[in-house]
């Protein structure tokens, strides 16, 4: 029977900051799943990740807390967010299944996680031997993570890394467009909209026309009705046959 002296002491602030941050944390985390917008899901991911920096900090990991905003939120989500807005996915591109079988893996890779989770939070609960993070790592909570990466898991670490930089490259290369003709210049556009539109606003219903109805379009100087003259509403169908014409 572990001696309960030995366990570390929760202190009043902590436990607040964990009873605050954990339910947002899990709230979003279950709003990341069921969003029905990709851009609203990262948003709700920002909302856990920025919920596990105060628990880091309330645990007296500065760092951990540093890097999770700086790092996984300010940089990674985005530029994950980024790219959703640059390349656009509408909410229908989801029933599609474009990989076949991956609804099925996904369902049993969640599974095997929330086995994982099931196996830590139960090892957590039986072996009460927890010390303090003080005690654990006495030359100081950055010297012991860089111990961990650089030794016991620094094949995690570097592939960690190299999933980093594909995840950049790849959104530099969703984000970039080949030009396939010359950029026009200012005076170059000037003159494509002086030649396919009109620089003046157009006519009103009735202006230059036989009478000066609503739904009779105005005429241009060259004689053809001008576009937009008349409201959709009150365009005029085609003649009948005694050549009248019957307003819609």
Do not use: C
Request: glycine share 8%; hydrophobic share 50%.
């Amino acid at each position: 029977m572990t001696d309960p002296m030995l366990l570390a002491e929760v202190s009043t602030g902590e436990a607040v900051a964990f009873w605050v941050l954990g339910p947002l944390a899990a709230v979003a985390a279950v709003m990341v799943v069921l969003a029905r917008k990709a851009v609203h899901s990262a948003l709700f991911l920002a909302a856990v990740m920025l919920s596990l920096a105060g628990l880091y900090a309330a645990q007296d990991a500065p760092f951990l807390a540093a890097a999770q905003v700086i790092v996984y939120t300010g940089a990674v989500l985005m530029l994950f967010l980024f790219v959703l807005m640059l390349v656009g996915v509408d909410s229908s591109d989801s029933l599609v299944e474009t990989l076949r079988g991956q609804r099925v893996a996904a369902v049993l890779l969640g599974l095997g996680f929330a086995v994982l989770v099931m196996g830590a939070v139960y090892r957590a609960t039986s072996d009460l031997t927890g010390v303090g993070l003080a005690e654990a790592q006495p030359d100081g909570n950055v010297q012991a993570l860089a111990r961990l990466l650089f030794t016991k898991y620094v094949f995690a670490f570097e592939a960690t890394a190299a999933l980093l930089i594909t995840a950049s490259l790849g959104a530099m290369v969703l984000a970039h467009k080949e030009r396939t003709s010359e950029k026009m210049t200012q005076r170059q556009l000037a003159k494509k909209r002086f030649r396919e539109s009109h620089p003046h606003p157009l006519p009103g219903p009735g202006v230059y026309a036989g009478h000066h109805s609503n739904a009779t379009p105005a005429l241009l100087p060259d004689g053809s009705e001008a576009p937009g003259s008349v409201s959709p509403s009150l365009e005029r169908t085609p003649p009948g046959s005694d050549g009248t014409v019957v307003q819609s």
